[in-house]
């Protein structure tokens, strides 16, 4: 099967219509917000209307500060408008953002989100299939559902539920009850094969599912440029953002698994005092070799194929910097015929 490529949707509301075209004609075939200062869903119903051939996606929506049904109802929406192709992606956020900058509670994660799919699906499954809403568990509880309020079945199905995951326990729940897996962009290798991708066959194993019915979609960082000047501030944008991430104690797992755990502690402090303009200073060409894919553009198709090839689904790239739209387009056209040859 050919791997999806998607492209990063950062458009605000205003140019998103204008941004998702753009995507649609450098070549990608889905394409995902993030949440970060504004909200990811609403420029997806202008790409799903404007750029009607791509894949929508949240990539991620955080979970916790939204009601399981707020969040089946935007979806149901988003699935319907896009003709059956959006992608509910959703995560959990650090501690610190959920307790500090939504004011809810986060612990323990994990079994939150594991019961926060179980209820959304519980409510897809009412909608699509007439059954009784009684759904109870420990954090979520939807036992009502009356036609006023009941949208019915969607003509386009029901929308998957991929779930951004790191840390082994969430990445295994991914495996249980998610329909597919957003591997975070601070990934490497080793990382991947030996803890995230034994984490999901052990969620599979303990549903009773198979690899075939999940979904594994790696965000891949890529340095890359026409032009030495070009490859050079691309690496330097991306050494900022390996910092920013390698800051984050909850980020520790990937450093870890190459011996860079060390690391993490200094940067955190750097962080703490404000000195974000050093963390990227700390990442050493080792580090950025193994959480990014670099090279000359010709290189690039090659090399990410390479790397997650034989595992992902869904490649998303993750290229933190300004490139020209037709460097894009022949990367992904390499991606393409690389695959169709092989």
């Known amino acids: 099967m050919t791997i999806k490529i998607d492209g990063p949707f950062y458009a605000q509301l205003g140019g998103a219509a204008a941004e998702a075209r753009r995507l649609a ?8 917000t993030l949440e970060g200062s504004w909200d990811p869903f609403l420029p997806l119903v202008l790409a799903a209307e404007h750029a009607p051939g791509l894949d929508i996606a949240t990539g991620i929506a955080v979970a916790f500060p939204r009601n399981p049904l707020h969040l089946a109802y935007q979806a149901w929406d988003l699935q319907r408008f896009s003709e059956g192709r959006f ?3 959703i995560g959990s956020q650090i501690k610190a953002h959920i307790e500090k900058r939504f004011g809810i509670d986060f612990d323990p994660p994990a079994t939150r989100m594991r019961d926060y799919i179980l209820a959304l699906k519980a409510i897809f499954d009412c909608w699509q299939n007439g059954t009784r809403l009684s759904y109870e568990g420990k954090f979520y509880r939807h036992t009502l559902m009356t036609p006023m309020f009941n949208p019915g079945p969607n003509p386009f199905g029901v929308p998957p539920i991929m779930l951004g995951a790191l840390g082994p326990r969430m990445t295994e729940i991914a495996g249980e009850v998610a329909d597919g897996l957003i591997v975070h962009p601070f990934n490497n290798e080793r990382f991947l094969r030996e803890q995230a991708l034994p984490a999901v066959e052990r969620g599979l194993a303990q549903a009773g599912r198979s690899r075939a019915d999940f979904t594994l979609q790696v965000n891949a960082i890529v340095i890359t440029g026409e032009d030495t000047a070009g490859r050079e501030a691309a690496a330097a944008a991306v050494r900022g ?15 870890a698994a190459i011996g860079y755990a060390d690391l993490q502690p200094e940067l955190n402090t750097l962080s703490k005092q404000g000195q974000w303009d050093e963390l990227g200073k700390r990442i050493d060409d080792e580090f950025v070799a193994a ?9 690039i198709a090659a090399a990410l194929l390479a ?5 992902a689904d869904r490649l998303a790239i993750y290229a933190p910097y300004a490139a020209p739209d ?3 387009r022949e990367i992904l056209q390499d991606l393409r015929r690389l695959q ?3």
């Open 291 to 299: 959480f990014a894919v670099s090279g000359h553009p010709g290189d």
């Open 25 to 32: 004609a450098i070549g990608y075939d889905g394409v995902y």
């Open 326 to 328: 037709a460097m894009w």
């Open 87 to 89: 992608l509910l992606g």
């Open 340 to 342: 169709a040859t092989a």
């Open 307 to 311: 790397r997650y090839g034989d595992c």
């Open 241 to 255: 953002l390996l910092g920013f991430y390698a800051s984050t104690p909850a980020y520790l797992p990937p450093m």
